[in-house]
C-alpha cells in the first residue's frame, strides 16, 4: 500500500534529518516506527502527509507518487495524519471538531458523525463539550476520530500516548488495536516501544536518520541489542 524509497529529507536547505530512509507497509499492516530522539521518525510521516517534501526518493501510496503533494491533497488520496500536538481545536466542541474532520466530504459528515459516535461512546457523551475540556486521552480520542471523518485507507499517528497518563495509555493502545483489527492499516511513531511493538505487525527502528532495523514487532521486542539500547532493557 505505501512505499518509501531512499527519502532524503529535512527542515532546512542543509538540515537532512532523513538521510535514505525506506519502508513499505502493506494493507491492513499496522507498523511502528521506533528509536531514539532525534532518529526522524515524526519527519518521515511528515513526509508521507505532504507537510515535508522530500529531497530526494520516492514515496507511492498504492501504486501513486504522492511525494511532494500538498497535505489536502494527501488527504483526500486516503491518508490521515494524527500529530502528536495541536491536533484538536479547543474552542470548538466535540461535535464541531468532528465536522471540521469531514471536510473532505461534506455530503458525507451527518452520517460519518453518527457512525464515528457509535464506535466513540465517550465521545457521543461530550458532544456538546468543548474539546478543552477533554481529558488528555479523550482529546487523543478525538484527534483519531477527526482523522476518520476522512474515511482514510492509512493513518499515521505521530506520538499518541505522549503525556498520557499509563491507564490513559493503555486504554488508547486499545483503541488503535481495535481499529487495526477492522482493518485499518496504520503506521505509528511511539516512544513507548515494548507496548507499541505488542500490537504491531512488523516494526522499523530508525537510528539518526537511517535504518538501523526492521522485522516482525515480536522479533524486535525480543531482541537483546534492541531491548537493550533502546527499549529501556
Excluded: C
Amino acid at each position: 500500500m505505501l512505499s518509501v524509497t531512499n527519502v532524503v529529507a529535512g527542515y532546512g536547505a542543509h538540515d537532512e534529518v532523513l538521510k535514505g530512509v525506506g519502508m513499505t507497509v502493506a494493507e491492513r499492516e499496522l507498523v511502528v516506527l521506533i528509536g531514539p530522539n532525534g532518529a526522524g521518525k515524526s519527519t518521515l510521516l511528515k513526509s508521507i502527509a505532504g507537510f515535508l517534501k522530500p529531497r530526494e526518493g520516492a514515496i507511492t501510496f498504492e501504486g501513486k507518487p504522492i511525494g511532494g503533494l500538498k497535505p489536502r491533497e494527501i488527504t483526500r488520496q486516503g491518508i490521515a495524519f494524527v500529530p502528536q500536538e495541536a491536533n484538536v481545536f479547543p474552542s470548538l466542541s466535540v461535535e464541531a471538531n468532528l465536522e471540521v474532520g469531514g471536510y473532505v466530504d461534506r455530503r458525507a459528515t451527518k452520517g460519518r458523525i453518527h457512525e464515528t459516535f457509535g464506535r466513540f461512546p465517550v465521545l457521543a457523551e461530550r458532544r456538546a463539550q468543548e474539546a478543552r475540556t477533554l481529558s488528555g486521552g479523550q482529546r487523543q480520542m478525538l484527534a483519531m476520530a477527526m482523522a476518520l471523518m476522512a474515511a482514510p485507507r492509512l493513518m499515521l499517528l505521530d506520538e499518541p500516548s505522549a503525556g498520557l497518563s499509563p491507564a490513559a495509555a493503555q486504554e488508547l493502545f486499545a483503541l488503535i488495536k481495535g481499529l487495526h483489527a477492522a482493518g485499518m492499516t496504520i503506521v505509528m511513531v511511539e516512544q513507548n516501544a515494548l507496548d507499541a511493538l505488542e500490537i504491531a505487525d512488523r516494526g522499523y527502528l530508525l537510528v539518526d536518520g537511517s535504518n538501523a532495523r526492521e522485522g516482525r514487532a515480536s522479533a524486535l521486542a525480543a531482541d537483546a541489542e534492541v531491548r537493550h539500547a533502546f527499549l529501556g532493557g
